[in-house]
């Protein structure tokens, strides 16, 4: 099958290869891919500067997908089901990360597209607890996007909480700043979404989306707006899913006495 392969560390260092299909064991799952997302982390590693990736191997780990075969330890997925899955491969299943349901903490974790092989490939493995059986109204791309999805509730409704009368700001206009913005924007409060210049078009869709103030923090004076919003205090929750040092600064500030800042984006 073809795969894309991050043959080596260092910028580039990638190749369109002809690999053999995985063959399932144990608890693992094997998925025909049909959509897989490109993760800012992805490029990253394309740009040798992630340093998790063990090489060779076959990158991607947002996708969706239908089981094509399953392990003889599988009990709960069956062949033809539509699914997507988590990143996590595998882990040691005894530390107290393992114990406590933390398994993404697990010194000893192997991630889909960075230790095991990922979904820039006809086919992808995964073990039975990190697959999720699509529901059959959620369509097999929007489904590529639950990974990402996942962070943005993770950060915004396990790390914190949202309240409907919370002032809310969040950096950076991307596919992360947006899934997390209509998270937060669901829970019926008041979002401000920031960006540059050049995120024109994706600062307008923010605001199609629904949210309340969209600021281009070149062209606006951001603090005037969050404070002007927000009776001088700043807001409640602020998340950075830039990972752009100067939005850092910008936010710190900007965040209310006893409110919550929250790092999504990877510097």
Not at 77 to 97: H, L, M, N, P, W
Not at 110 to 130: D, H, K, M, P, Y
């Amino acid at each position: 099958m073809k795969a894309v392969v991050k043959t080596n560390p260092g910028y580039d260092q990638m190749e369109l290869r002809d690999v053999e299909e995985p063959q399932v064991y144990g608890d693992k799952v094997k998925i025909k891919v049909a959509f897989t997302g490109i993760c800012g982390s992805d490029i990253h590693t394309f740009k040798g500067e992630y340093k998790n990736p063990t090489t060779p191997v076959t990158l991607g780990h947002e996708f969706s997908g239908v089981v094509v075969e399953v392990g003889p330890d599988v009990t709960s997925i069956k062949v033809g089901d539509r699914v997507t899955s988590e990143t996590t491969f595998e882990t040691c299943g005894e530390c107290i990360y393992c114990k406590e349901h933390d398994y993404n903490l697990c010194s000893n974790r192997r991630g889909i597209g960075t230790q095991a092989n990922g979904s820039f490939a006809e086919f992808v493995l995964s073990r039975e607890e990190s697959c999720h059986v699509l529901d059959e109204r959620i369509s097999l791309e929007a489904a590529a996007l639950t990974e990402p999805l996942a962070c943005c509730v993770h950060s915004a409704l396990e790390k914190t909480t949202i309240r409907p009368d919370d002032t809310v700001l969040v950096f950076g206009p991307g596919p992360i700043g947006l899934l997390l913005a209509q998270v937060v924007k669901a829970q019926g409060a008041t979002v401000i979404v920031a960006g540059i210049t050049k995120d024109s078009d994706r600062l307008r869709l923010a605001k199609e989306l629904g949210m309340d103030r969209i600021v281009d923090t070149l062209k606006e004076d951001l603090a005037e707006v969050v404070l002007g919003m927000t009776d001088g205090y700043g807001a409640e929750r602020v998340f950075d899913c830039s990972g752009a040092v100067p939005a850092v600064n910008q936010g710190l500030p900007l965040t209310k006495k006893k409110g919550d800042f929250v790092q999504v984006g990877l510097f």
